[in-house]
């Protein structure tokens, strides 16, 4: 048995807004995969529920006219997985679906929640970063579009004010036309488990040359981050085994991995040296480029 003290089902993203701002101690319930752990933990802050689940105005994948892919926050993983457009003009956010938990979770859990709940461990976030998602949020005072790079402000903590709704991720033509981009996932099982490390990278090539560096981490900080210095270290310079071997140096300068029960410190840098490499070679490669000697 669950302890809520107040439901209410939204009728619409409006409608849900005002729900929020009547009551400061609402949250927000779409999937579920998050706030029902929550509930079952007994986390009292989960007591006074506004459900959005469902919503047409928050479900659905379209290319608007300017080339921007536009994916509702209640779209679920599997609907992402499935999506032509998805895997023609995004396909690194599909990859990354597809390894967060099993088919019954990703039925379930949307895009927005795994973004809006905070986690450094939500496999959607990286490659959302690399991408240079924006949110497009509804407020009481009507719609703002904030980028995704900064939007986590902490562990669990997201840029999202308590009576604000995130309606859509954007996706801009500039930020995925031209670019190879991969994502891996290290985790000790192979399926329904969360991120140890989780690596997004992006790239250009050209004439041989890493024209476009993009690479973003999971768990690798206390918020999903780019690492600026292994980018710099790859920019311009040619796809060989010499440039990945100076980008698997230069990450460790980006990177704050802490020890926890699923992995030490010490492990967690050696596997982001790793991907580092690993994920930025199979991005090129998805980018028409070929390893030189």
Not at 29 to 40: K, N, R, Y
Not at 61 to 82: M, N, V, Y
Not at 90 to 117: D, F, H, K, S, Y
Not at 197 to 213: L, N, R, T, W, Y
Request: proline share 5%; glycine share 8%; net charge neutral.
């Amino acid at each position: 048995m669950y302890d809520i003290a107040n439901y209410y089902r939204a009728t619409s993203i409006d409608d849900a807004v005002r729900q929020l701002a009547a009551n400061p101690q609402a949250r927000l319930i779409a999937g579920g995969t998050d706030v029902l752990i929550q509930l079952h933990h007994m986390n009292g802050k989960y007591r006074h529920l506004v459900d959005i689940h469902g919503l047409n105005e928050l479900n659905g994948i379209e290319l608007l006219p300017d080339g921007t892919l536009r994916i509702g926050s209640g779209t679920t993983f599997s609907q992402i997985i499935d999506s032509p457009l998805v895997q023609r003009l995004i396909p690194i956010l599909a990859e990354a679906a597809a390894t967060i938990a099993g088919p019954q979770v990703r039925n379930m859990a949307t895009l927005g929640g795994n973004i809006c709940n905070g986690a450094t461990s939500a496999d959607s976030a990286s490659p959302c970063v690399v991408m240079e998602a924006e949110l497009e949020i509804a407020t009481p005072a009507g719609l703002r579009r904030t980028p995704i790079q900064g939007f986590h402000t902490g562990p669990g903590k997201v840029a999202l004010g308590q009576n604000e709704v995130a309606v859509a991720l954007l996706f801009r033509p500039q930020h995925y036309q031209h670019f190879g981009a991969s994502y891996y996932k290290y985790a000790m099982r192979g399926a329904m488990d969360i991120a140890t490390i989780g690596c997004a990278a992006a790239c250009k090539i050209e004439d041989g040359h890493f024209s476009a560096v993009k690479i973003a981490f999971g768990v690798a900080a206390p918020t999903p981050i780019r690492a600026p210095h292994a980018e710099a270290a790859a920019l311009g310079q040619p796809f060989n085994a010499q440039t990945l071997a100076a980008v698997r140096e230069a990450v460790i300068r980006d990177v704050l991995p802490r020890s926890s029960w699923r992995a030490s410190k010490e492990f967690r840098i050696q596997i982001i040296r790793t991907l580092a490499e690993r994920v930025l070679a199979q991005a090129a490669q998805c980018a028409g480029g070929e390893l030189s000697c």
